[in-house]
């Protein structure tokens, strides 16, 4: 059988779809950047930046649900922007969640493999320094960082179901953490840490220049919303795209939107905020309560939470790859499906093995920045394709489309825009060199290699 004529299974349904969208959600934003920012930009308001940060995803999520029930074909905003605003556009969108995804899946990793040797340690199994640093920090390699990047790579080279049954599993395992973490800190509350609720002001420069506020904030913990979109990379996989993508979508962002407000209000009422800037906050403010073993839960939370964001993320990298090659815009052979597996084999194995390169030599943590301007960019694309397309497509069915007429798509366009404008200027120098390679590779082969060429 040729591999070239061989098509992704559609066997996600709406369910699958909301846990991976829970998968790819709940993760880093609770274990890590929830202690992050109320320490050091937005005290309590952190529980603000999250609600505007949910905002901005949320105006999104109904710009991706009415064009993956309208478009259907090759999902995420790389296909929604080509068929808007034709293949140049599409290929620099494209091009930036490659960058977002890529990035996204090796940063997480070395977060993942910081909890786990915790857990090895807690056992007396603990790994040296040389093994679980990066060349940049002292050591040789992070060797569990580069070594679930491979696990993970081998299974999403047996099949999407299986992956979103482990999905399934680490999200229920997740979830009943945080429900542990939220009934047993509540208890602990003292109305009093959240005074005062914004030390920082909404918007502000810390001596250094970093940006700071609830602003600033809702800026880095846009990172907690960073893969939602994956979601709308499986619409081949799915059973009923047009009913599914946008079901699963919205659900899966209404429900981590309220677990991340809960747990920051939480977090920040248990313990000063000032506490807070540490590598696993959750687990630090249970241990500073006393509560040893919920701590030691959480711990194990974490892992779970960390795998299925992984998971997610890598996983829509790979279908975005297989979109851009199916169309002319990548090499061919990224796109060629297993007849065994069902799967892009291809893409899965590249990609796996760079991650887990990056993951194991690369201190990759200062890049969260970078990703969130990436999917900024691409949510202000997407909002802007639902307007786009109304004007020009009035008559194409639309099995979801957005109430209120184009009122959630400009918010979407003015959050997200607005919360890239709180990016420091860096964080835009390193995005344009990225935009900068793309714009060349495009010139040099993908612009003569397009189908549609």
Same mark, same amino acid.
């Given at each position: @059988?040729?591999?070239n004529?061989?098509?992704?299974?559609?066997?996600?349904t709406a369910?699958?779809?909301?846990?991976?969208?829970?998968?790819?959600?709940?993760?880093t934003?609770?274990?890590? &950047?929830?202690?992050?920012?109320?320490?050091?930009?937005?005290?309590?308001?952190?529980?603000?930046s999250?609600?505007?940060?949910?905002? *901005?995803?949320?105006?999104?999520?109904?710009?991706?649900?009415?064009?993956?029930?309208?478009? /259907?074909?090759? /999902? !995420?905003a790389?296909?929604?922007?080509?068929?808007?605003?034709? =293949?140049?556009?599409?290929?620099?969108i494209?091009?930036?969640?490659?960058?977002?995804?890529?990035v996204s899946v090796a940063a997480?990793?070395?977060?993942?493999? +910081?909890?786990?040797?915790?857990?090895?340690?807690a056992?007396?199994?603990?790994?040296?320094?040389?093994?679980?640093?990066?060349?940049? =920090?002292g050591?040789?390699?992070?060797?569990p960082?580069?070594?679930?990047?491979l696990?993970?790579?081998?299974?999403?080279?047996v +099949?999407?179901?299986?992956?979103?049954?482990?999905?399934?599993? @680490?999200?229920?395992?997740?979830?009943?953490?945080?429900?542990i973490?939220?009934?047993?800190?509540?208890?602990y509350?003292?109305? =009093?840490?959240?005074?005062?609720?914004?030390?920082?002001?909404?918007?502000?420069?810390?001596?250094?220049?970093?940006?700071?506020?609830?602003?600033?904030? *809702?800026? #880095?913990?846009?990172?907690?919303?960073?893969?939602?979109?994956?979601?709308?990379?499986?619409?081949? =996989?799915?059973?009923?795209?047009?009913?599914?993508? $946008?079901?699963?979508?919205?659900?899966?962002?209404?429900?981590?939107?309220?677990?991340?407000?809960?747990?920051?209000?939480v977090?920040?009422?248990?313990?000063?905020?000032?506490?807070?800037?540490?590598? !696993?906050?959750?687990?630090h403010?249970?241990? #500073?309560?006393?509560m040893?073993?919920?701590?030691?839960?959480?711990?194990?939370?974490?892992i779970?939470?960390?795998?299925?964001? @992984?998971?997610?993320?890598?996983?829509?990298?790979?279908?975005?790859?297989?979109?851009?090659?199916?169309?002319?815009?990548?090499?061919?052979?990224?796109?060629?499906?297993? $007849?065994?597996?069902?799967?892009?084999?291809?893409?899965?194995?590249?990609?796996?093995?760079?991650?887990?390169?990056?993951?194991?030599?690369?201190?990759? /943590?200062t &890049?969260?920045?970078?990703?969130?301007?990436?999917?900024?960019?691409?949510?202000?694309?997407?909002?802007?394709?639902?307007?786009v397309?109304?004007?020009?497509?009035?008559?194409?069915p639309?099995?979801?489309?957005? $109430?209120? /007429?184009?009122?959630?798509? &400009?918010?979407?366009?003015?959050?997200?825009?607005? &919360?890239m404008?709180?990016?420091?200027?860096?964080?835009?120098?390193r995005?344009?060199?990225?935009?900068?390679?793309?714009?060349f590779?495009?010139?040099v082969?993908?612009?003569?290699?397009?189908l549609? !060429?």
């Amino acid at each position: @059988m040729d591999a070239n004529k061989v098509k992704l299974k559609q066997v996600l349904t709406a369910w699958d779809l909301f846990f991976m969208g829970i998968g790819a959600i709940i993760g880093t934003g609770i274990f890590v &950047l929830t202690g992050l920012a109320a320490a050091t930009q937005a005290g309590p308001g952190v529980i603000v930046s999250f609600l505007i940060a949910g905002l *901005a995803a949320g105006f999104a999520a109904f710009a991706y649900a009415e064009l993956a029930g309208m478009l /259907g074909g090759s /999902g !995420s905003a790389y296909g929604y922007a080509r068929k808007a605003f034709g =293949e140049f556009v599409g290929w620099l969108i494209g091009w930036v969640l490659v960058l977002e995804y890529s990035v996204s899946v090796a940063a997480v990793s070395t977060g993942w493999s +910081g909890y786990f040797n915790h857990g090895l340690t807690a056992i007396g199994l603990g790994l040296p320094d040389y093994l679980i640093k990066a060349p940049a =920090e002292g050591g040789l390699v992070n060797l569990p960082a580069a070594s679930i990047i491979l696990l993970l790579l081998t299974l999403l080279v047996v +099949g999407a179901k299986e992956g979103a049954r482990l999905n399934a599993v @680490m999200v229920f395992v997740k979830l009943l953490t945080i429900t542990i973490f939220l009934v047993i800190g509540v208890g602990y509350v003292n109305p =009093e840490n959240w005074t005062p609720f914004l030390p920082f002001g909404w918007f502000d420069h810390a001596e250094s220049g970093k940006p700071i506020g609830v602003l600033a904030a *809702a800026s #880095l913990v846009f990172f907690a919303y960073v893969g939602f979109d994956a979601v709308s990379t499986a619409t081949e =996989e799915a059973k009923d795209p047009q009913r599914d993508i $946008p079901r699963g979508l919205l659900w899966a962002l209404v429900v981590c939107s309220a677990i991340y407000m809960l747990v920051a209000a939480v977090l920040t009422g248990m313990v000063p905020y000032t506490e807070l800037n540490v590598a !696993s906050p959750v687990a630090h403010a249970l241990q #500073l309560v006393g509560m040893n073993w919920a701590s030691a839960l959480v711990a194990t939370g974490a892992i779970a939470g960390l795998t299925t964001v @992984m998971l997610v993320l890598y996983y829509a990298l790979t279908r975005i790859l297989y979109a851009m090659s199916v169309d002319g815009m990548l090499p061919r052979f990224l796109s060629q499906v297993s $007849p065994r597996f069902h799967t892009p084999v291809n893409a899965i194995v590249i990609t796996g093995l760079i991650i887990a390169v990056m993951a194991g030599f690369f201190p990759l /943590g200062t &890049l969260a920045e970078l990703v969130n301007v990436g999917t900024l960019a691409a949510f202000v694309l997407v909002s802007l394709a639902v307007i786009v397309l109304r004007r020009s497509h009035p008559h194409l069915p639309r099995p979801f489309m957005i $109430p209120g /007429g184009m009122t959630i798509p &400009l918010l979407g366009i003015v959050f997200c825009g607005g &919360l890239m404008a709180f990016l420091p200027a860096e964080t835009w120098f390193r995005f344009g060199l990225w935009v900068l390679l793309g714009v060349f590779i495009f010139a040099v082969y993908g612009r003569k290699m397009s189908l549609s !060429s």
